[in-house]
T-cell receptor, first 113, second 111 residues
């Protein structure tokens, strides 16, 4: 099993640019979660999907953030326009419905300058 | 929302020492999980606890689900250099699908 795959691993972009982060969950996992990690706020849940449907997006900071899951094997998190305060490590995680433990990807380190 | 208080925030120990960290919640949790994060990687699940009072071991790691269902601890015995990293507790309340994470305990080991 390849695990949860995220791309890119690192992204440096200028303020105002659009950023798209990508995630491929583990095959057969029906839950997908997007987290953001910063020193100040730790791990914050942004949004999660069940069977490709967004269930809870209450953690999405503002309208500049959007997430989609067009199929069971792919999800994107988009920030448009990006701001320096969006700099963080963004993690995708997935799990099978019967389990509580998530499997995390290696993350995308986003730097907005 | 639910808050998890994890302590200590950081630990500096000598190789071979035992380590103990804990998490408390203001809410009753249905599940407690412990994760470890290595630099540049995502958190990896170490131990999962599902019942109040449950004590579970994974090698040199031992974790317990508190009787009140509002706390959990993780012990590491005879620490080794590869134990260095950030340890997170996490949990969820009954019926909730999302996990809440503690702030993490950063473990540093002096050889």
């Amino acid at each position: 099993d390849a695990g949860v795959i995220q791309s890119p691993r690192h992204e440096v972009t200028e303020m105002g640019q659009e950023v798209t982060l990508r995630c491929k969950p583990i095959s057969g996992h029906d839950y997908l979660f997007w987290y953001r990690q910063t020193m100040m706020r730790g791990l914050e849940l942004l949004i999660y999907f069940n069977n490709n449907v967004p269930i809870d997006d209450s953690g999405m900071p503002e309208d500049r953030f959007s997430a989609k899951m067009p199929n069971a094997s792919f999800s994107t998190l988009k920030i448009q326009p990006s701001e320096p305060r969006d700099s963080a490590v963004y993690f995708c995680a997935s799990r099978a419905g019967s389990a509580y433990g998530y499997t995390f990807g290696s993350g995308t380190r986003l730097t907005v300058v | 929302g639910q808050q998890l208080n994890q302590s200590p925030q950081s630990m500096f120990i000598q190789e071979g020492e035992d380590v103990s960290m804990n998490c408390t919640s203001s809410s009753i949790f249905n599940t407690w999980l412990w994760y470890k994060q290595d630099p540049g990687e995502g958190p990896v699940l170490l131990i999962a606890l599902y019942k109040a009072g449950e004590l579970t071991s994974n090698g040199r790691l031992t974790a317990q689900f508190g009787i009140t269902r509002k706390d959990s601890f993780l012990n590491i015995s005879a620490s080794i250099p590869s134990d260095v990293g950030i340890y997170f507790c996490a949990g969820n309340i009954q019926g909730a699908q999302k996990l809440v994470f503690g702030q993490g305990t950063r473990l540093t080991i002096n050889p």
